[in-house]
């Protein structure tokens, strides 16, 4: 069974300065992993796929790099601004590489301080 | 780009009623649909898999008569929570893939997920 564990719980951190999320996962043998950012109350919004052939995926001030043989994953974001506050969940494959659906981790709930 | 529309985005409902939920995709076909569920300050947990003209994948724990699912058509799923007490006040969120299976490498795209609150 996929575990996922992300890594801080929280984080806030002044405006402007660059940071990174950790997230870890158990099983190894996935297709891709998938960093979402969701707002309070709110549904989520994809902000990368990472696919299990790839290193890294970058999307503006974001890049999320993938190793699987260590079973982790970073999300790092340049120039923090206040709208990047939110919680980012990391997620992997349910059953670890079929067509399932995710498990996610309890997220990375993220302050920027203007 | 891919859409996922789910509705009602909230609802308040008395204990002892049924609600049902429905979850649209846009502009795709998804034979497959995932319903999750989010407990404040949890995280998302994969309730069923959807899969469109046959009976859904209940994940272990899930009550499958509490909980129904219907994926009619290619573009439309529906969980119905029959009979809801206050413990099955949560966040339910669905999402779809554009192509048959994550496994193929394509992102799941989730609704805005629906608010349901059990008095």
């Known amino acids: 069974k996929q575990e996922v564990t992300q890594i801080p719980a929280a984080l806030s951190v002044p405006e402007g300065e660059n940071l990174v999320l950790n997230c870890s996962f158990t099983?190894?043998?996935?297709?891709?992993l998938q960093w979402f950012r969701q707002d309070p109350g709110k549904g989520l919004t994809s902000l990368l796929l990472?696919?299990?052939?790839?290193r890294e995926q970058t999307s503006g001030r974001l890049n999320a790099s993938l190793d699987k043989s260590s079973g982790r994953s970073t999300l790092y974001i340049a120039a923090s601004q206040p709208g990047d506050s939110a919680t980012y969940l990391c997620?992997?494959?349910?059953?670890?590489?079929?067509?399932?659906?995710?498990?996610f981790g309890k997220g990375t709930h993220l302050i920027i301080q203007p | 780009g891919a859409v996922v529309s789910q509705h009602p985005s909230w609802v308040i409902c008395k204990s002892g009623t049924s609600v049902k939920i429905e979850c649209r995709s846009l502009?795709?076909?998804?034979?497959?649909m995932f319903w999750y569920r989010q407990f404040p300050k949890q995280s998302l947990m994969l309730m069923a898999t959807?899969?469109?003209?046959?009976?859904?994948?209940?994940e272990q724990g899930v009550e499958k008569d509490k909980f129904l699912i219907n994926h009619a058509s290619l573009t439309l799923s529906t969980l119905t929570v029959t009979s809801a007490h206050p413990e099955d006040s949560s966040f339910y969120i669905c999402?779809?893939?554009?192509?048959?299976?994550?496994?193929?490498?394509?992102?799941?795209?989730f609704g805005n997920g629906t608010r349901l609150t059990v008095t």
């Open positions: 999402s779809a893939s554009r192509v048959a299976g994550q496994g193929f490498g394509s992102p799941l795209h």
């Open positions: 099983d190894s043998a996935i297709y891709n």
């Open positions: 990472i696919q299990s052939s790839q």
């Open positions: 997620a992997a494959p349910y059953s670890g590489g079929g067509a399932d659906g995710l498990t």
């Open positions: 502009d795709f076909q998804a034979t497959t």
């Open positions: 959807s899969n469109e003209g046959s009976k859904a994948t209940y």
